[in-house]
């Protein structure tokens, strides 16, 4: 038994009128895998109890374990990535190295909890598109629920939300480069399980406003979906200020376009407001504020505010639960794809090489 557990650190589509005839039972097979995901859990404990566990293997919680587990179906979703880019072409090769390297990075985050007797990964010895299908869809209906972490853990709760996001987009821009987007588009998307809104009271508001700036520590555990759901909404409403800006002192040619953008940003930040109670205050005032000299450069200044609200945004729908998860989730996954179609695309995690 070996354990290995690293201290954590901070298109073109081609038109198609259906799909290829491979991609459904693919999809059916990975899909029946992660829905007996959580039975094979429960089984976990006993499985390593029986195998001459170290006292503080043995001893660790349900949490503990389960997160390791998460680490080692990364490792070994990263390991197949690596080997299928080796025999993928120069094409697919780029996107399945940079999948690797994220799901990797996410196994030297959580931990992995492994046995010398087990069975090795079997690796990809030929590319075939049915093969980077079949990856593609367990990369990303792994990350359509996080794993519970156990309380000593809980700082790894934003990276794992951003480790979700990344794995997800990264997988898609893989299968794009065999498959049509109708295929790409279905395959499951981040932290957003089953159809409509799940039950599930709002978040609360944020009542210490000494906790708005994103540098200030949130301390206190039960303040955190409050805390993340009010900032993301100040990071919308501080971009929307600077689109305004930009588009009142840039040229005339401009202004449709941001005026376009800004439509749609309107439309998010209803969104993140909706997860709210009515009597919650809009905290307008400190998006106001701009950078010393921000005036001078705006569109640097409109670029940092965009990275601002994502990012703010991919941490508030991973902390949040219930209904205000799905409505969160789903936001943010539509502004990481409007982004995209504008050529953004934002490193959430950035895994050292």
Known sequence: MTENSTPPASNRSTRVKRAPGWIAPIIAAVLCIGLTW???MSVFRGGLENRGLPEEI?????????????????ADLGAQAKALAAVADKKTTPALNELSSTLSYGAQLTGQLSFDDQPEVELAQAFTPAALLELTTKVAQLSTELPTLPADQSHLGGALTELAYQS???ARSALRTVASQKSVNQLPTPLVVGAGDTAGEPVGCLTNLALLPTTSEITDPALTDDVLVARALDRGYALDYTLQLLAARGSADQAPKIEERRAKLNTEIRSVRSVLPDNCADLRQPAYVLPQDGLKDLSSVTTAAEEDFVAQLVLASGASADRAQDT??????????DQRVRGLNLQLLDPVK
């Open 38 to 40: 959580g039975i094979g």
């Open 58 to 74: 043995r001893d660790s919680s349900a949490e503990q374990r389960q997160l390791w587990q998460y680490g080692s179906t990364l």
């Open 168 to 170: 997800n987009l990264q």
């Open 328 to 337: 969160l989730a789903k936001t943010t996954w539509q502004v990481l794809l």
